[in-house]
């Protein structure tokens, strides 16, 4: 509340008590309490009421400067801001040894501070597609995962690529997404904006296949897309492209590795001093030494406690040489090769062969199904022979399915696109292992995506591997 200034008057004597209040020259509970008030709202008022400047209590020499955020602290560009010691702290660990990657010798090449993750697709360097419309459409799957689904899910994921956009005319806008499938924003582009990087940080909570394509909408007929550099991987930072780990090689990891202790933010190259990196070049040379079966030490006989073969020799009887007594034994145990023809006059006893595995065939032409009882307790080797085509020339992909009691080892799927009526290969295979013995079990063909055109000549046959 503001105080409002009374008027006071002196006191009239000539006139009455009642005139001299309504003269405000009388002081009552009212006016008491509206000085009360006033002062109570003064000493309350920290909004510098009597105008106190910082020369007056000795802070003419202090700058009115707010804190600066952890960017700000990191970039260093700002005269204007505080930092608090942990901040500082914070700042000075960042910049004080710290350490950079690279392809040369100077650094240069490929300079990075970020080590590069794994990516998390195949075939991501480079692709294309070529829109065929405005309405929305999409390439077949080019992208595939390189690993299991469950393994990405409900974790922070990043998305980096770079896009271009060739063969365009005209004034158009629309978008395009090389993760179709996958997850995602869509990235905006038009006949003005033909190329850029995109980055966006996403969580997955479901995604139900493991193969992604390029999709467009707003393109005229014709236009070219190429991304390159596609990546997914684990957090939010983005690092350097590399491929998965399937495809991965040595040459595709930095080659140098520098270290800087200049207090100094935003380093480059010429701030760190670079050593190669051996790591792995050691480890490969380490390894082709340990799988070198070839004696590369020249052990000796003796250097074990064995004889050789001289030595043997003489140890046999006058005539004979170790060669000639291992060709006229042959011992009750141990691996040992038998070469040349052997005739046995008396009756030779031996155990019975166990069968190695049984196979079950379907007819062919005429149904995907295989039903049997396994003769022992075993693993399934399925192969399904089929041709077929996708509904309307579209994708179709099956697989094989199977007792929900087995356990899927492996699976490849049959896949078929871009044929009306035209028949072709699109072979599944998988392995199941728990099939029990007196059981009955049933192998069929599954649909995996896509729709059904028509099929001809189908065949499966199940092979069975006693455990």
């Given amino acids: 509340m503001s105080y409002e200034k009374q008027t006071w008057n002196k006191y009239d004597e000539l006139k009455t008590e009642e005139e001299n209040i309504e003269n405000g020259a009388v002081v009552t509970d009212n006016r008491m309490n509206h000085i009360e008030d006033g002062i109570y ?35 260093g560009i700002s005269n204007a801001k505080y930092m608090t010691p942990s901040l ?55 992208y595939q995962l390189d690993g299991v689904l469950a393994n990405i899910l409900n974790k922070q994921l ?30 905006s582009v038009s006949n003005t904006n033909l190329s850029g990087t995109h980055k966006e940080t996403i969580t997955l909570t479901d995604v139900s296949q493991t193969s992604y394509g390029i999709t ?27 491929p998965s780990s399937s495809e991965v090689t040595t040459a595709d990891w930095p ?71 291992s060709s006229i034994v042959l011992h009750n145990t141990g691996d040992e090769t038998i070469s040349g023809k052997k005739t046995f006059s008396e009756v030779v006893d031996m155990p019975k062969f166990a069968d190695s595995y049984v196979a079950f065939f379907a007819n062919k032409g005429s149904g995907n199904t295989v039903t049997f009882t396994a003769p022992w307790d075993c693993t399934a080797e399925v192969e399904l022979f089929y041709h077929g085509w996708g509904y309307s020339g579209g994708e179709w992909e099956i697989g094989i399915s199977a007792p929900s009691s087995l356990t899927k080892i492996y699976e490849a799927t049959g896949y078929t696109n871009g044929h009306n009526s035209q028949a072709m290969a699109m072979p599944a295979k998988a392995i199941y292992s728990g ?33």
């Fill in 41 to 75: 709202s003064h000493t309350i008022d920290i909004s510098n009421p009597h105008k106190v400047t910082a020369a007056q209590i000795g802070l003419g020499n202090v700058q009115n400067f707010g804190l600066a955020t952890e960017d700000e602290a990191k970039q």
């Fill in 88 to 142: 500082t702290q914070a700042v000075l660990s960042a910049n004080i040894n710290s350490i950079a990657y690279a392809n040369s010798a100077d650094g240069t090449d490929g300079f990075t501070t970020a080590y590069p993750n794994l990516n998390l697709l195949k075939s991501t360097k480079s692709q294309a597609y070529t829109s065929t419309g405005t309405a929305s459409n999409s390439s077949s799957n080019i």
């Fill in 435 to 467: 099939l029990t013995k007196g059981q009955q079990y049933t192998f069929d063909k599954r649909d995996v995506s896509g729709r059904a055109g028509g099929s001809s000549r189908p065949m499966m046959i199940v092979k069975l591997y006693r455990n």
């Fill in 255 to 325: 080659k140098y590795i520098g270290f800087s202790n200049t207090i100094k933010t935003n380093k480059s190259a010429s701030d760190y001093t670079w050593f190669p990196v051996k790591d792995s070049e050691l480890t490969n040379k380490v390894d082709s030494h340990v799988n070198n079966k070839a004696n590369p030490h020249s052990v000796t006989a003796s250097q074990v406690g064995a004889y050789s073969k001289t030595e043997a020799d003489v140890k046999f009887a006058t005539g004979q040489s170790l060669t000639d007594l």
């Fill in 216 to 242: 467009t909408s707003g393109l005229p007929a014709g236009t070219k897309v190429t991304i390159t550099n596609l990546k997914v991987e684990f957090g939010s930072i983005s690092t350097p492209w590399i």
């Fill in 158 to 187: 990043t998305i980096t690529y770079n896009y271009a956009i060739t063969n365009s005319s005209g004034t158009w806008s629309g978008t395009i997404r090389p993760t179709y499938g996958f997850g995602g924003a869509n990235q």
